[in-house]
Nanobody, 119 residues
């Protein structure tokens, strides 16, 4: 079994920064893709950033230039550095991991962490 645990959410003012973390634990052999999604109240869940094989990064237009995704393979972790936060960034943020475990392929979602940006 693979589990994801997120941390780092909170309440900040517009223009400030936050760093989200997500760590995979359990029978992880390797992780080839990480992604961050977010869901604002009353809206669909959107993909905002992804990283494949630790190098190929992609960002949604809404966060490009402000958010940075990175990984630490030794820790089976992914991070989302969020700078210059805006009220419209308020959402529940979810990490997603795809890779291989002792039981075969896996794809897991984290439980979500709330980010609230006040104006």
């Amino acid at each position: 079994q693979v589990q994801l645990e997120e941390s780092g959410g909170g309440l900040v003012q517009a223009g400030e920064s936050l760093r989200l973390s997500c760590v995979a634990s359990g029978s992880v052999v390797s992780i080839n893709k990480w992604a961050w999604w977010r869901q604002a109240p009353g809206k669909e869940r959107d993909l905002i950033a992804s990283i494949t094989n630790g190098a190929d990064q992609n960002y949604a237009d809404s966060v490009n230039g402000r958010f940075t995704i990175s990984t630490d393979n030794a820790k089976n972790a992914v991070y989302l550095q969020m700078n210059n936060l805006k009220p419209e960034d308020t959402a529940v943020y979810y990490c997603v991991s795809r890779g291989y475990s002792d039981s075969g392929n896996f794809a897991k979602w984290g439980q979500g962490t709330q980010v609230t940006v006040s104006s």
